[in-house]
Every structure is written in C-alpha cells, then in structure tokens.
Nanobody, 122 residues
Framework: QVQLVESGGGVEQAGGSLRLSCAAS????????MRWYRQAPGKLREWVAI???????SYTSAVKGRFTISRDNAKNTVYLQMNSLKPEDTAVYYC????????????????WGQGTQVTVSS
C-alpha cells in the first residue's frame, strides 16, 4: 500500500519560518495533485495549498505570499515552506495526495498523512 509521512513541524516564534515535508512511499505508479491541509484546535480541517503534477500551485488567501508549496517528483515528496509565521498558523498540518498504485494506473485514490504539529508563539 501507500504511506505518507510528514515531518518538519515544531515550535517557532511569530515571524519565523518552518519547512514541512511529506514523503510518499509504497507501490506507487504516479502521483497527481498534492495538497496541504491544517486543523487548528476546535476548528474544521481547512485546505492550505495545492500543487499539480505539472507544478501549478494555488493557496488559500490566509497564507498567500507567506507559504510556498513545492514538490520533488523523483522523491515523491511535497514541501511547504512557511515564512512570516503567525500565531493563527498554529495547527496540525496534514498532507494529502492523489495516487495511482502500481498495477492500477487508471485508478487514483486520495491518501492522507498522519499530521505534524506546528505551534507559533507570539
């Protein structure tokens, strides 16, 4: 099967930076879009950013200009560079990817990582 493993979370002061990584492993044929979501305490999970297989990106307005999503297709990895962090960025960050398994190239399924905590202190 497939695993998505996030890393890079931690505690940072407001104005600082963190870089999240999410590596996919398993019997992967291809990865289409990859996304980052976040969920703050007591709130619903919200979409943060998306990157297509071709590298096109889009961001929620709250992070536009501060966060950058990128990917390394050779490593099946997506990144989220987070700059100018704010206390309201505090959340568990999850990656999500649309993946076709080896031997089932015509079928794409969404997979989630386990999440990584980001805490921004004021």
């Amino acid at each position: 099967q497939v695993q998505l493993v996030e890393s890079g979370g931690g505690v940072e002061q407001a104005g600082g930076s963190l870089r999240l990584s999410c590596a996919a492993s398993g019997s992967i044929f291809s990865i289409n879009s990859m996304r980052w979501y976040r969920q703050a305490p007591g709130k619903l999970r919200e979409w943060v950013a998306i990157i297509s297989s071709g590298g096109s990106t889009s961001y929620t307005s709250a992070v536009k200009g501060r966060f950058t999503i990128s990917r390394d297709n050779a490593k099946n990895t997506v990144y989220l560079q987070m700059n100018s962090l704010k206390p309201e960025d505090t959340a568990v960050y999850y990656c999500n990817a649309d993946i076709a398994l080896a031997g089932r190239a015509g079928v794409t399924t969404g997979y989630w990582g386990q999440g990584t905590q980001v805490t921004v202190s004021s």
